[in-house]
Every structure is written in C-alpha cells, then in structure tokens.
C-alpha cells in the first residue's frame, strides 16, 4: 500500500476534503448512490480520515468506521469522538468484531483496489448487511488501470505501484488492478445483485476551479460506482 495512509495520513486528509478528484468527483458520485442515511447503521470500511463518516454522522446516521490504518482511526476519532465507533482492522480478514446484520448500508469508498481478493470481503459484508441493505463502493476504472500500465493479460489481477501527487509530493502506492469480470464475479460470489452502476460525473463546480480535470474527467471516467443488494 505505501505511505500514502500511515506516514502521511494527516497530509491526505487535507489533500481530500476540497481537492477535485475527491471532492467533487469520487464523493458526490458515491454519495449519489447512497441517498438517505438519516437513522441507518453505516459501515464505511477504508474509512481514511472520516470524511465520509462525518457526512453520516451529521445526515443523523449511526456510523462504525473501519481502517488498517492506525493513524487514519486516530484522526476520524479526533474528528468525530464519540459520534462514531472506529477502529483498526485489516478488511482482508473480514468484519470479526461484527454482527451479523447488523447495518442498513455497507460503504466503502476506494479502498477495495488494496485488496487482491475481495471475495472473502464481500461474503462478510453480505453477513453483516441487514436483509434488503446496500453496499455502495467505488473503486479504480479497470480500463483506466488497464491503459497506463503494460499488462500481460488484462483478466489477471495484478499488483501495480505508482507515484501518486495526491498530497503535492510524489508518494509511491500499491494496487491491485483487476479486470470487470473479477469484480462482477466476485460479487456474485459474495452474494450480492447489481443494483446501480455509474463512472461518476464531476461537480459543475469543477468547471471554474479545475476547468482541466473538469473537461478530462467529462470524457474518461477514473472511477467506477457500484450498488449491490443482497441477493
Ligand atoms: C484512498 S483511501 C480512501 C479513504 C476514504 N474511504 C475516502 O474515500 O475518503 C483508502 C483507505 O483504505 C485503507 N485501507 C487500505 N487497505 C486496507 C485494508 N486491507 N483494510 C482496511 N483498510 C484499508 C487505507 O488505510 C486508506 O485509509
């Protein structure tokens, strides 16, 4: 994974509360897919520096957030206090701590690339889901991944580094980079139905802040949006 989210946690979190790519890309299309969380139980898992967990808390949801990061728990913990339930778990070994359907609606925004796996993930997800619940994640574009690196065969999954500028000084990060198929699939396994699909759409703010991005992330999507449902 790299520093990006230990040794520079506090650099990114104030990368992302107003930069475009975060902020009026990869948020508002996820929160589109979420509506309403007024008196539902949220789980985010990756939940970085609680950015999200703090728009639940505020819409009157009732938020656990997850993240390996010690560093990243310390900071939502700061932010939120007793408003949320967080602590550090490596989402690879699943949801122990928690009960099964316990939540209206399962989260997890950019974080599934750092998992090479995501079946095992998904299936404790789908436990933890009340019947009827939604998860809702984004993750990289498999073609975005797919172009700016040389593949051998793009239905593998593969572990890509890159250097990322995110914080305004390169940082090198590691992410698996997987084909549609694997994610669909691995859905599926899960247990899980689509429901929603979208590539996101940049906030029409962007245009007179960033007009660049705003005219590249118009034409080449860099995420994906997915809604599940249980099956
Ligand atoms: C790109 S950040 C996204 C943060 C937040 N979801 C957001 O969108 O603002 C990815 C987060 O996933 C966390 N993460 C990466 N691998 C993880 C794992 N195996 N288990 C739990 N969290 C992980 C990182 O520590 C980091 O905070």
Redesign the pocket.
């Known amino acids: 994974?790299g520093e990006m989210?230990t040794k520079h946690a506090k650099k990114y979190a104030d990368a992302?509360e107003n930069n475009a790519y975060?902020a009026l890309y990869?948020r508002p299309s996820t929160l589109a897919l979420i509506g309403d969380v007024t008196n539902k139980k949220v789980l985010?898992?990756?939940?970085?520096?609680g950015?999200?967990a703090e728009l639940f808390v505020k819409a009157g949801a009732q938020v656990t957030a997850?993240?390996?990061?010690e560093e990243?728990v310390a900071i939502t913990r700061e932010r939120l206090g007793d408003n949320v339930t967080c602590y550090a778990?490596?989402?690879?070994n699943g949801l122990p701590k928690e009960q099964d359907d316990a939540f209206d609606i399962v989260v997890c925004?950019?974080?599934l690339h750092?998992?090479e796996d995501l079946v095992p993930l998904f299936k404790e997800v789908h436990r933890v889901l009340k019947s009827g619940g939604l998860f809702v994640f984004s993750t990289h574009h498999p073609l975005v991944d797919f172009e700016e690196n040389a593949f051998n065969n793009y239905f593998d999954v593969e572990l890509l580094t890159e250097e990322w500028n995110t914080i305004g000084e390169p940082v090198e990060v590691s992410f698996y980079r997987r084909s549609f198929t694997n994610l669909f699939e691995s859905l599926s396994e899960g247990g899980f139905v689509l429901d929603k699909f979208s590539e996101g759409k940049p906030d029409p703010e962007m245009k007179t802040e960033s007009p660049e991005t705003f005219e590249r992330l118009s034409r080449r999507p860099n995420f994906i949006f997915i809604r599940a449902k249980a099956n």
């Open positions: 994974m989210y992302i975060n990869e985010d898992l990756g939940c970085g520096p950015t999200y997850i993240d390996l990061a990243m778990q490596d989402l690879a925004p950019l974080m750092y998992l």
